[in-house]
């Protein structure tokens, strides 16, 4: 009965790190970005405005603020940082990154937001503007979409918004109303100490859904390219900083995962338990699950060691608590792909012994942690 129950709490110790593996792999599990993220290539992204952006110079996705303050900006003639709906507040870190970004040379910052993170941005570099966050206006029968214009370097255009909210101006600096609906100010221009600051209260003019359409004469895609021109002016050296810090993940919906994979897919994804693993994983921070997995590892380990305490009291630390306690065909595995894997056979060359150690084994496992195309290889195997 004992040795029984300590095959099955085994066996269940290694599913779960087969399953942590596996859900820490990249792949085709309906997930995406939420909201007007630069990855969400959905309706409701920004995947398309990276791709124009990446027509009129060069661009980059940032997800940490942190490490976006080594970026070298002096060496473009225009710096653009661009701010979209953010769903998640900002660290006192990533304002003061930020706000050391925008004091460099030729760096300028667009925020197009209707919600108050946007607000954050907009204090942490001074811009005498503020964004009346959630103050939608209405249109007609209380309908979220309304009509107005922006005129800008003597252009106008006419757009649609969805959930607008006004913007106000505090004073200070040299700003401009450049974008009107109904009776309220939803655009504006600031110049100060010759940063230039661009604030719309929507950030639905520049999703996919507004720029998926590459027709010259989308309006969206014009207002872009005026925005942009009237920033950079004649610089024919860019960088764009789009944003990617503030959004989180989302299970995709059945009629979405229709819409992308096919029927078929859609509902295999849509039962398969390690899309909702995946999911949980992802939605939290980079070093909780590097900590879930060392811990399963390491719960695996202390097992066998519990396992077998007295004969490692001894010394023994011998092939029989190999043999014995994990399957000898999970050992051959581990034992090949390491053998083909040219780090892991020079990082752990005990792995070419005809024996191996639980020392061996305990190895291999901790190289599948720090090694993401090895956990891969090791997953296809099983």
Known sequence: MQKRLSFALLLLAIIVVVLVLEALEPGDYGITYSGASPFNTLWDGTSVFVHVLSQEGDVVIVKDWNRAKNIEVNGYGCTLLFFISPEKSYSSRDLSTIRDIFGKKNVAVIVLDEGDYGNQILKAIGAPVKIQAFRYIGGLSNSSIVYGYVNISSKVIYLAYAFVSPVVLQGGSECYEIAHVQNYTVGVLCRANGKSIIVFGDGSIAINAALQDPNPLNPYRQLLALLINVVCKNSSSRLFLVDASSYGTRLMTLEELTSVYGLQKALSLYINPVRYLHYTFYSLPESITS??????????????????????????????????????????????????????????????????????????????EENKQFRKELLSAF
Request: aromatic content about 8%.
């Open 291 to 368: 900590i879930v997995f060392s811990i399963t590892c390491f719960a695996l380990a202390l097992f066998l060691v519990m396992r077998y305490a007295k004969k490692l009291s001894k010394g023994a630390i011998s092939r029989r608590i190999v043999e014995e306690v994990l399957p000898k065909t999970l050992v051959e595995v581990l034992k090949n792909i390491c053998l083909e894997d040219f780090a892991c056979r020079r990082t752990i060359p005990c792995i070419s012994k005809t024996k191996l150690s639980y020392d061996c084994i305990k190895k291999v496992i901790k190289f599948a």
